[in-house]
Every structure is written in C-alpha cells, then in structure tokens.
C-alpha cells in the first residue's frame, strides 16, 4: 500500500501536493485535504487513495466553475454548454448544479430579467431581438414572456432614439430609398414592422 512521503503547498496556497512512495500522487484542496485526515508517513489502500482523488477533482472543477459563474448571471443551458465545453464528466453535473442553485447562482427567470434590463441599459434592442437572444441562451417561452411583461419596453422609444443616434447612416440618402436604409436597420434590431412602419414614416414626416 502507498504511503505519503512528502506533502508541498502549491503556489496558490489554497492546494496541496500529496506524494506517495516519493512520487507525486495528486493535488488537493485545503479543505478537503484536512476532511480527508492525510497524514504524513501514513500508509492508505488504493480505494481509499482513489475516494480522496475523487473529492478532490470535484472541488478543483467546482471552484473553476464558481468563477464562471460569478462573472455574470448564467442560464441553466450556458452551465450545460460550460460542462461540454470543458468536458466535465456526467456524474458530477448533477451535483454541481444542485451547489450552484442552492447558492442562488442558477435561476433562468432571474437571469432572464437581468439580461432584459442589461439589453435596456446598454445595449436597447426590439423585443424580437430580446426573445431570440434569450431563445438563444435555452430559456422558455414562458419565463421569457413573463419576464418581458415584468420589465415593459418601450418600443417606439427606443426605436427613435436608435434612428437618431445613427442618423448619419442615412443622411446622403432621400425620401423611399432613406426610409428603406432606417427600416431594414430597426429590423436588424429586432422591431416589428408594425413599430418600424409608424417610426420612420414620423421621421420623414417631421
């Protein structure tokens, strides 16, 4: 049975390196290294060395993707993508989900409302555009309409102040051929035509 020759601090300070039989055998946590009551010159069991590595690789991709995370909200299908995309085995998604949402971190009605008032904020948008966005990031129909309803757009506003901040697209062009410039722009922002049709017929008509 492996013993443990040496233990080292990693640069980080928050890890530990773990050798046994004077090769190096793995690296832990803090936290989970003191859970795990490993010793120096103690002698373990291969199943028991497999179970400390096995806590220990849970926490390591945890702790990667509590900073994912906390960068700004995520929906529950950005998670999913962030699992494929660093190859996280299945048998721990379950409980890596349940960890995120347990710390409020994971909510895609919370999330939905967060990325509508960023959009308002900083990036104004049609709702076409929102819905699609939001679509896009795996979230229901359902959450997607009740958040649009909690948080109302003004359409006609910001489509005008879309159409003024970028005038000067249009200023060489006339009548028809303006008005098809400033429409086919307010479409690539996600209006209806219903909005597109009643705002640039005002700027013409002004």
Known sequence: ???VTSITSQKNKKRVNVYLDFKFGF???LENFVLSGIKLNKEYKEEEIEKIIKKAEFQKTFDK???FAMLRPRSEKEIEDYFRRKKIHESMHEELIGKLTHLELLDDAKFAAWWIEQ???FKPKGKRALESELRQKGIGKEIIATALSDSPINEEKIAKELLNRNAYKWARYQGREKKQKMSQFLARKGFGWDIISKITKIDLDS
């Open 1 to 3: 049975m492996p013993i």
């Open 27 to 29: 690296g832990i946590d």
């Open 65 to 67: 993707l509590l900073k």
């Open 119 to 121: 959009r308002k904020t």
